[in-house]
């Protein structure tokens, strides 16, 4: 069954059609990489996803409700979706575990003692609770930006050049960890990259995007080998 469904979605800037009749299914508990070059509209969808547009129209389904018809367009706070972004975005005077706990606005004492105990086991960082994020590395940083995404239960978590400021050693250490947490948790995620290495050491699929359309998706294998178009052979880095 579809997690994320978005079926004809336009999006305009004033007279410029900046995506254009986008359909993307994803399962549950995939990853896919919206991936494609500076302005092909890869924010745009992301935005338009966490309802941050008033101007997109399509219809979008997550886990079953509406997000987004001809009749309705669901508010962003009342979409159940993590956003991970580029800056990490921590709040600098909250510890890592006052971060972590920061949506968490109805659950106990006891309860959110559990949920950060849990999540810092998973990126091991246990020792950290009472840290501040400045005394933390960019790649410690944005593990707890990953766990508080995760700390509040959403329906997706969301990737926008997310591992981008990390040095490349420790970039594809962090992406082949976060991997393992995503899958074994069965989260559904949507990866924007314009990275075609954390692309596919990221997702299980990925949607190539040329001028607002999806040129192409598929998995990794298959998108390298047998590429549908020239933009997408030429993107990928193989000429035709
Ligand atoms: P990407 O994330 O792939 O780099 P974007 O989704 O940011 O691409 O942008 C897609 C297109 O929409 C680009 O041509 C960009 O110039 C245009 N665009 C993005 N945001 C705005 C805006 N607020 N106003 C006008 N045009 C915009
Ligand atoms: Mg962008």
Known sequence: MSQLSIKGLDVHYDQHQVIKNLDLEVQEGEIVA??????????????????LLNHASGSIELAGHTLLSNEKAVPTERRNIG???????????????ENICFGLVKASPLEKQQTVDELLALVKMSEYKDAYPHQLSGGQQQRVAIVRALATKPDLLL??????NLDPQFRFELIEEMRAILKNKGITALFVTHNQDEAFAFCDRIAVLNHGRIAQI???ERLFSYPSDRFVAEFLGQGV
């Not at 919206?34 to 309802?51: E, R």
């Open 83 to 97: 956003l991970i972004f580029q800056d990490y975005a921590l709040f600098p005077h909250l510890t890592v575990s």
């Open 159 to 164: 990737f926008d050049e997310a591992f981008s």
């Open 218 to 220: 598929d998995n990794p």
């Open 34 to 51: 919206l991936f494609g070059p500076s302005g092909s509209g890869k924010s745009t969808v992301l935005k338009a996803v966490t309802g």
